[in-house]
């Protein structure tokens, strides 16, 4: 569960962002809406996304032998483009974002938000880390513990703070006790 919170809580904010960002650079207003829409982008990136892609995979995989690598690549990248547009069109029609104008408030949108989630899988891992530490300080204070007593370190945080201290790794401390 709490994994689920983390990633649903990161991904709301990196999405909130995207929307403000698109809102910036392109004609689409998004304004307030934009927490709205994050909220809808959010649970269509998370449920909806994974299963449309799948979808447009599976279409695309029927003549995956008569396409050359090159033309493998576009597929895919236009399968990439198109999931992005039903998501963007999802957004659009659940949320109070308004749309103008074909190519800046239809197609730039996609793209910008293809820019987006591939930012967002490079840095997601240190992202939700950072996030289940904060969710587990905040439930360690709510229930009265303290927040070092939530999660008791494991052995490679132990090795990790005895590296810092003296900076040396457990192999190097062995070798120098091993000497003298």
Same mark, same amino acid.
């Given at each position: !569960?709490?994994?689920?919170?983390? &990633? =649903?809580?990161?991904?709301?904010?990196?999405?909130?962002?995207?929307?403000?960002?698109?809102?910036?650079?392109?004609?689409?207003?998004?304004?307030? *809406?934009?927490?709205?829409?994050?909220?809808? !982008?959010?649970?269509?990136?998370?449920?909806?996304?994974?299963?449309? *892609?799948?979808?447009?995979? $599976?279409?695309?995989? +029927?003549? *995956?032998?008569?396409?050359? +690598?090159? #033309? %493998? +690549?576009?597929?895919?990248?236009?399968?990439?483009?198109?999931?992005?547009?039903?998501?963007?069109? #999802?957004?659009?029609? =659940? $949320? #109070?974002?308004?749309? $103008?104008?074909? =190519?800046? #408030?239809?197609?730039?949108?996609?793209?910008?938000?293809?820019?987006?989630?591939?930012?967002?899988?490079?840095?997601?891992?240190?992202?939700?880390?950072?996030?289940? *530490?904060?969710?587990?300080?905040?439930?360690?204070?709510?229930?009265?513990?303290?927040?070092?007593?939530?999660?008791?370190? $494991?052995?490679? %945080? +132990?090795?990790?703070? &005895?590296?810092?201290?003296?900076?040396?790794?457990? %192999?190097?401390?062995? !070798?120098?006790?091993?000497?003298?």
């Amino acid at each position: !569960m709490k994994k689920w919170i983390v &990633r =649903f809580l990161t991904l709301l904010i990196f999405n909130i962002v995207v929307l403000l960002i698109i809102g910036w650079l392109t004609p689409a207003h998004v304004g307030w *809406a934009a927490l709205w829409a994050g909220i809808i !982008m959010t649970v269509l990136v998370i449920w909806v996304k994974p299963l449309v *892609a799948r979808w447009f995979r $599976s279409m695309a995989a +029927k003549s *995956a032998s008569q396409r050359t +690598k090159i #033309g %493998e +690549k576009l597929v895919q990248a236009l399968l990439a483009i198109a999931v992005a547009f039903v998501v963007w069109i #999802g957004t659009v029609l =659940f $949320s #109070g974002v308004h749309v $103008s104008g074909w =190519f800046w #408030g239809w197609i730039l949108p996609p793209v910008i938000l293809l820019v987006g989630w591939a930012i967002y899988d490079v840095i997601d891992d240190k992202v939700e880390a950072r996030a289940g *530490a904060l969710y587990d300080r905040a439930t360690a204070g709510l229930s009265g513990q303290k927040p070092d007593a939530a999660a008791p370190p $494991s052995e490679a %945080e +132990k090795r990790g703070r &005895r590296e810092l201290d003296d900076g040396l790794t457990d %192999e190097q401390r062995k !070798m120098l006790d091993d000497l003298g």
